[in-house]
């Protein structure tokens, strides 16, 4: 279990369960929380009052885009208005004083080396966050069976080498001082 005290001494804990999940818990009562796009609906509209519609992928960046010199968006502000938001998915919780988390974000900085954040479900003492793992084995992070196909061996070629990526192991976090493992 590792301890975090954000800037107004909230006491936040994470605790890595048995399936590589971990337990976000601590006070909520004052957050934020971010929810992801969704581009069905405006999509849709979209290609139905064009005549060669860009692929969602580029409609998804070209929609945001905003020309600050004439002050408007590239394919208008109606469309950035009908973007929607997928109210029952959470990418995004930041209790009032942090710590900020959100989904892709990787989780070293509080004491889980290679687990990045790939899902948030509430809990009713704050979150679970869901980590990305390996298709194969289901491991979290870096981890593998021994047996799993992926895992793979560092091989340093000299000392000189090893040392960088010793050093860039030990870089501390920008959340290291508020840390107590």
């Known amino acids: 279990m590792t301890t975090y005290r954000n800037r107004y001494n909230d006491i936040f804990t994470f605790t890595k369960d048995n399936n590589g999940d971990i337990l976000w818990e601590g006070n909520f009562e004052y957050c934020r929380f971010g929810m992801p796009n969704d581009y069905t609906r405006v999509y849709e509209i979209y290609c139905s009052e064009v005549q060669t519609p860009m692929s969602l992928e580029a409609f998804k960046e070209?929609?945001?885009?905003?020309?600050?010199?004439?002050?408007?968006?590239?394919?208008?502000?109606?469309?950035?208005?009908?973007?929607?938001?997928?109210?029952?998915?959470?990418?995004?919780?930041?209790?009032?004083g942090g710590p900020y988390i959100t989904r892709g974000m990787s989780l070293s900085g509080f004491g889980f080396k290679d687990y990045i954040v790939?899902?948030?479900?509430?809990?009713?003492?704050?979150?679970?966050?869901?980590?990305?793992?390996?298709?194969?084995?289901?491991?979290?992070?870096?981890?593998?069976?021994?047996?799993?196909?992926?895992?793979?061996?560092?091989?340093?070629?000299?000392?000189?080498?090893?040392?960088?990526?010793?050093?860039?192991?030990?870089?501390?976090?920008?959340?290291?001082g508020n840390l107590n493992m």
Request: hydrophobic share 30%.
């Open 62 to 96: 070209a929609v945001h885009e905003y020309d600050s010199d004439i002050k408007e968006y590239k394919l208008g502000y109606r469309y950035v208005s009908m973007v929607d938001s997928l109210t029952d998915e959470i990418d995004m919780v930041d209790p009032s």
């Open 118 to 176: 790939k899902d948030f479900k509430k809990i009713d003492t704050g979150f679970k966050i869901i980590t990305e793992k390996c298709s194969i084995c289901n491991k979290p992070g870096t981890i593998h069976k021994m047996s799993c196909p992926t895992k793979k061996a560092t091989v340093f070629i000299d000392d000189e080498v090893k040392a960088y990526y010793d050093q860039m192991d030990k870089e501390v976090h920008q959340n290291r």
